[in-house]
């Protein structure tokens, strides 16, 4: 059970530039989200899906794109990156009033 | 909109001592998560907290959730050095149960 994984690690793009982040689970759970963490402010989220083909837009959604094909994955687009969305990203997923479980992490730059 | 308030921000304490960090957040909820977070790492789920009055522990950790008061407590008792980390709370919201985040407790134990 790898439980949820987060491609790629480190990434570093030039304003402008696109890219997709990838988010996966192994756990069947119907709830995924993908949260930015930044300094000093906690982690904010970004969108949500309560399930496959349902998706929804948290506290700060500006800039970033979520669908949902199948309960297993969850990407997040970033349209065209600016120097503000530099941050730490995580995914994670849950079922119903369960915890939520993080992925590894994402470090993104934009420079 | 849900705030999330965490007090202290930074905490350093000496070995041996206890501790209490505190969770205030300003709608109803009875949904409350604490979590812990190494430096570079991701989160790990500690307690979850589903009603009023529901108190968790697990080893030198203990939370409390008094949803009147809209507050949840972490309290640290005989602190050792391994329990350095930055924690957070969560308060769960909305029909999605949508996360909303504190900023964080930097905890720092000194031998």
């Known amino acids: 059970n790898a439980g949820v994984t987060q491609t790629p690690k480190f990434q570093v793009l030039k304003t402008g530039q696109s890219m997709t982040l990838q988010c996966a689970q192994d756990?069947?759970?119907?709830?995924m989200s993908w949260y930015r963490q930044d300094p000093g402010m906690g982690l904010r989220l970004i969108h949500y899906s309560v399930g496959a083909g349902i998706t929804d837009q948290g506290e700060v959604p500006n800039g970033y794109n979520v669908s949902r094909s199948t309960t297993e994955d969850f990407p997040l687009r970033l349209l065209s990156a600016a120097p503000s969305q530099t941050s730490v990203y995580f995914c994670?997923?849950?079922?119903?009033?369960?915890?939520?479980?993080f992925g590894p992490g994402t470090r993104l730059t934009v420079l | 909109e849900l705030k999330v308030e965490q007090n202290p921000l930074f905490l350093s304490m000496q070995e041996g001592k206890n501790y209490t960090i505190y969770c205030n957040y300003s709608?109803?909820?009875?949904?409350l998560y604490w979590y812990r977070q190494d430096p570079g790492k991701s989160l790990e789920s500690l307690f979850v907290l589903l009603s009023n009055g529901a108190v968790k522990q697990e080893g030198r950790l203990m939370a409390s959730l008094d949803t009147k008061a809209r507050l949840s407590t972490l309290h640290i008792t005989a602190a050792v050095h391994d329990l350095s980390a930055t924690y957070f709370c969560a308060v769960g919201r909305g029909p999605g149960n949508q996360f909303y985040f504190g900023t964080g407790t930097s905890l720092t134990v000194i031998p």
């Open positions: 994670a997923a849950r079922g119903g009033t369960d915890t939520q479980y």
């Open positions: 756990m069947n759970h119907e709830y």
């Open positions: 709608t109803t909820s009875d949904r």
